[in-house]
């Protein structure tokens, strides 16, 4: 009886955080399907607003997605921790300017504070830290409407090999009740009724960040006040390193560097083919399309490429199975050729194997203009040297 009972709550539970998900996705996407429709309409004199709101709406989609493909990897244990150099100040100003323009909208203040102390280049896994700091201002923008959201990053301390930094995300927002401060890391919890009702959401995010925070050998702790504000405070590990020189020579991102190189696409979606083939004709680039990795096998035997774009899920051959193919022919031809993986979140972590040992670099779907130009920048511009 007892486990009937107990198979019974889990079913409720699961029924109420599927319809809760079930919402949160709903909401973006009617905005987006209602933003596109409008579009399309004729002599619409707000057609900057509305690519602004679907430009916002997308990314907030994306974000709610992220969340729930990151939640479900931590339960499973399959999230891993990469350490390679970057930026930090400037991966932060990148990954943080969407939040800064929602911020904007709001009418709030916004301020980025950055310890000078704290070196240029530095040792950690840039996604996952970039994903706390995103995760924890728009939390703080979701909560506040008048008054200012702020990040700060100074030094704590360092030794020749490491360093500590301490990290602050505050906003003069609602605020969390003291009943509710324990509470607000868990899975699927937002607080009191009328504040779900206000402002929706999973819950998934703080869940998520405080996660990651202990991955990386951090610990965090929150101080609110109602009707006054909420500070998240966290501290980071980070190892030193001597690549600061390397980082600083990759080649701007500007068209001439991909003017007249020659890229060959390999995807089989017609919409992602438009996209990109839009993108390369912007860049002035000579670009093919392979449908599939049999396709693809024959046009790189046959002529010669700049770079390879590699979707991993295609009919008749996947890009994993291409990939190896390709590294396995005779001649450095097939070995120096640079192929970047066009890839979901989750494919990454299936196939880190094969990931690390052929491909040259990865591109998350969906991705931003920018970093594909990034990508192919860097890869042609080592080619030719």
Not at 56 to 76: G, P, W
Not at 311 to 320: R, T, V
Not at 339 to 356: C, H, Y
Request: net charge negative; charged share 25%.
């Amino acid at each position: 009886m007892k486990n009937e009972k107990r198979k019974d709550q889990a079913v409720d539970k699961s029924l109420e955080i599927f319809t809760l998900l079930s919402h949160e996705i709903r909401t973006p996407l009617n905005a987006i399907i209602g933003i596109s429709d409008l579009l399309q309409k004729p002599d619409l004199p707000e057609k900057e607003e509305y690519y602004n709101v679907l430009q916002t709406t997308s990314e907030n989609l994306l974000e709610l997605v992220n969340n729930i493909l990151d939640f479900s990897k931590l339960k499973s244990g399959k999230l891993e921790v990469s350490h390679k150099p970057f930026n930090l100040k400037k991966k932060l100003e990148h990954s943080l300017y969407s939040q800064k323009q929602t911020a904007k909208l709001k009418g709030l203040g916004f301020k980025l504070e950055f310890d000078p102390s704290i070196p240029e280049v530095i040792k950690g896994d840039e996604v996952k830290v970039c994903q706390i700091f995103v995760n924890l201002l728009s939390n703080s923008i979701k909560f506040t409407e008048e008054g200012e959201v702020a990040i700060r990053l100074r030094l704590q301390k360092e030794d020749n090999d490491s360093l500590v930094l301490i990290c602050k995300v505050s906003d003069t927002g609602i605020g969390i009740p003291s009943n509710q401060v324990d509470r607000v890391f868990e899975a699927f919890h937002q607080g009191e009724e009328d504040i779900n009702v206000t402002y929706a959401g999973t819950g998934l995010g703080l869940n998520i960040t405080q996660k990651l925070i202990k991955m990386l050998g951090g610990d965090l702790w929150v101080e609110s006040e109602v009707d006054t504000g909420t500070c998240f405070r966290f501290t980071l590990p980070f190892g030193k390193t001597s690549a600061t020189s390397e980082i600083q020579k990759l080649p701007q991102t500007n068209a001439s560097i991909l003017k007249g190189k020659k890229i060959l696409v390999v995807e089989d979606n017609k919409v992602n083919i438009l996209v990109v083939s839009k993108l390369l004709d912007h860049w002035q680039m000579d670009w093919e399309i392979a449908e599939n990795g049999i396709e693809a096998l024959e046009m790189i035997v046959s002529s010669d490429y700049d770079i390879v774009l590699m979707d991993i899920y295609m009919p008749k051959m996947n890009g994993i199975e291409a990939i190896e193919k390709i590294r396995n022919f005779p001649g450095k031809k097939y070995q120096n050729l640079p192929v970047i993986a066009l890839t979901a979140v989750t494919e990454i972590q299936e196939n880190q194997r094969i990931s690390k040992t052929y491909f040259n670099d990865f591109l998350t779907k969906p991705f931003e203009s920018e970093k594909l130009k990034e990508l192919i920048s860097i890869y042609c511009n080592t080619r030719q040297q």
